[in-house]
């Protein structure tokens, strides 16, 4: 946008959590893992749904931290397919914290995630998409 007005994705998060004083090193800062750990349980949300069945990180791709998240952020995680393979699935996801006191929201962090299909042998198979 031109006004530098930022919009999160359209749509209902995949997760919404509140930032909490046990996710922080000893400055106060949310750690950038825990952070992660939101985006890897959105996107796991979101593979397991597309691929009708358990669906494993593999990678992740360029992650780089925009904004730092302080406690009592309310942090929403959003995941959308971008692509689907023979048995992989990649997905932009993207964090976005609110201040609690604030409407807007801004982008914390953005990476690609990518997810294989496995079956109960946890060996790949087909997508089911």
């Known amino acids: 946008m031109s006004d530098g007005v930022e919009s999160p994705p359209e749509g209902a998060p995949a997760v919404r959590v509140v930032a909490m004083p046990a996710d922080t090193n000893p400055n106060g ?5 825990w952070l992660m750990s939101q985006m890897d349980s959105a996107a796991g949300t979101i ?7 358990r669906a494993v990180t593999i990678a992740v791709d360029a992650m780089s931290f925009l904004r730092p998240v302080a406690v009592g952020d309310i942090v929403s995680v959003y995941a959308d397919v971008i692509k689907i393979g023979r048995t992989s699935l990649k997905l932009d996801v993207q964090a976005w914290r609110r201040r609690r006191n604030q409407h807007s929201s801004q982008k914390v962090t953005q990476a690609t995630f990518t997810f294989v299909a496995i079956d109960d042998q ?3 198979r087909p997508v089911e998409a």
């Open 47 to 53: 593979a397991a749904e597309v691929a009708q069945g």
């Open 122 to 124: 946890g060996r790949p």
């Open 29 to 33: 800062d949310i750690f950038g893992g």
